[in-house]
């Protein structure tokens, strides 16, 4: 089989892996569904495995041999993609560094590394990207991101997970009032504040805010109360510490496979910096 058509069936491999639905991802590439089958099953033929496991007429379960094709084929798509830019240029690419983050790390604590990052890789081009945990964890698992920085312990067999750093919570803002704000379910914060309501027997009235930066400036202008990380707090807000449960850890994840000498630089930049941070706080 030629090059080109080994790639165009790779490629529609990756995309089924990822939708695990011959429709979307028919959609996705602009192509019909049987030609989106006919194609996955053309792989399989001449590679001799199986791929997937039909369930229905377009739903599949992927097998073991898919697992490990699929992560291969991410790093050698990062390396095909590495080839073409330098045949472009004539010379070694300008390195691209993508880093997303869940809301507290990256309003709160990101800014404060980039100005650490940019300074000591003037010649990396840095692009930043903010989203929930779950969603921070799926593009460094499909490359879409190289480090990303979350709030929850999501357990990752693709992917490293290290923790960095402590953020501590604290109960803020207006202690009598009978309105809580609170981060919606998918939140990281959410889970602590209903822990709270648990340990202190409380249904209180909620307004469901999916920000953290909209709650911290609706208790700056003395709306409800909250639980959020101290971290955030401006001065006019009123706070009181709670106990050692409080307190969240920070997560950075990255690619398993790093083979930029720059990007290796930035890793282990990034962990120098939480150590020296943090270091009282890292078991």
Known sequence: ???????????????????????????????????????????????????FIRSGRQEMTAT?????????????????EDILQALKTQSIPKATCKIIASN????????????????Y??????????????????????????????????????????????????HAGDLSSELWLVREESSGVYHYTERYFLENNLSPKKMIIKNNE???????????????????????????????GYQRKFYLIKRDRIESTQLQEIAHFINTHFQKAEQPFLN
């Open 104 to 119: 507290t790390f990256a309003v709160h604590y990101l800014p404060e590394l980039m100005k650490e990052l940019v300074q």
């Open 1 to 51: 089989m030629e090059g080109d058509s080994m790639f165009k069936l790779l490629k529609t491999f990756r995309t089924v892996y990822e939708t695990k639905n011959f429709s979307k991802a028919a959609e996705t590439l602009f192509i019909s569904q049987p030609a989106v089958s006919n194609q996955v099953k053309q792989l399989e033929e001449e590679l001799d495995i199986v791929l």
């Open 121 to 170: 890789f003037p010649e990396v081009s840095f692009v930043l990207e903010m989203d929930n945990s779950e969603v921070v964890l799926e593009k460094i698992e499909k490359h879409q991101a190289h480090f990303g920085f979350i709030e929850k312990p999501l357990i990752t067999e693709t992917a490293v997970r290290q923790e960095i750093l402590n953020d501590e919570l604290v």
């Open 214 to 244: 909209i709650i911290i400036r609706c208790l700056d202008k003395g709306i409800g109360q909250s639980i959020v990380s101290k971290k955030a707090l401006t001065k006019k807000i009123n706070w009181h510490s709670l106990d050692q």
């Open 64 to 80: 073991k041999q898919a697992d490990i094709l699929y992560h291969h084929l991410l790093n050698l798509t990062d390396d095909w």
